[in-house]
């Protein structure tokens, strides 16, 4: 079975720096998706970014960027130039890739990031 | 806005009672996911359909079902409710059935008293 791990309950960043959340998953799947969704104090699940495994680039959105190292089994989500509205529960979510079939969402415990003006 | 819609927003009813929560997925989107979020057990899938039939089931208990229709809007029953089915249900969508990414709905809040 996979299993997603967020080890930082909770972090802290001062408005317009740089902060990266850890996710480390566990899996033998070869193929598969990664996530980060976030979800502000308003509860609605949005998603920030999304990486395929059998893609050797990492994915980046404006100033959401991920470090995904397969073998490591870990994937990181850098936020550079941190803003207020950035502040949120963040989750790590594993999906397997099956052609034709459905993959439910895996998710990690999330972290609480919290902006500091 | 996701374009996946969910009603009603807020929910509140009493221990034995029954609730029915419904999804519109994305225009174009076939298949529909229900999740839950709970503090105790955080955000776990129930159950998947495309287009009108279940394709997956997850940690969903016995007293709950769900159904998708064929205009692709999909219903969540839960019954004999307990104090612990207080919880955020989610709904999601996506355009296949596994390799597409799935996108939420703003969530239904229940609260069983």
């Known amino acids: 079975a996979q299993t997603v791990t967020q080890s930082q309950p909770e972090m802290s960043v001062q408005e317009a720096e740089t902060v990266t959340l850890s996710c480390t998953y566990d899996?033998?799947?070869?193929?598969?998706?990664l996530f980060w969704y976030k979800q502000p104090p308003s509860r609605q699940m949005i998603l920030v970014i999304r990486?395929?495994?059998?893609?050797?680039q990492n994915a980046t959105e404006n100033r959401f960027s991920v470090n995904f190292q397969k073998a490591a089994k870990s994937f990181s989500l850098k936020i550079s130039d941190s803003q207020l509205g950035d502040t949120a529960m963040y989750f790590c979510?594993?999906?397997?890739?099956?052609?034709?079939?459905?993959?439910?969402?895996?998710f990690g415990t999330g972290t609480l990031l919290a902006v500091q003006p | 806005d996701s374009g996946v819609t969910q009603t009603p927003k807020h929910l509140i009813t009493a221990t034995g009672q029954r609730v029915t929560l419904r999804c519109s997925p994305r225009s174009g989107d076939l298949s529909v996911y229900w999740y839950q979020q709970s503090l105790d057990q955080g955000l776990q899938f129930l159950i998947q359909y495309y287009n009108g039939e279940e394709r997956a089931k997850g940690n969903i208990l016995e007293r709950f079902s769900a159904q998708q229709f064929p205009d692709l809007h999909s219903e969540l029953n839960l019954s004999s409710l307990e104090l612990g089915d207080s919880a955020l249900y989610f709904c999601?969508?996506?355009?296949?059935?596994?390799?597409?990414?799935?996108?939420f709905g703003p969530g239904t809040r229940l609260l069983v008293l």
């Open positions: 899996t033998s799947e070869s193929n598969y998706y």
């Open positions: 999601a969508s996506s355009v296949l059935a596994g390799d597409e990414t799935q996108y």
């Open positions: 990486q395929e495994a059998y893609k050797q």
């Open positions: 979510a594993f999906m397997k890739r099956r052609g034709g079939a459905t993959n439910k969402l895996i």
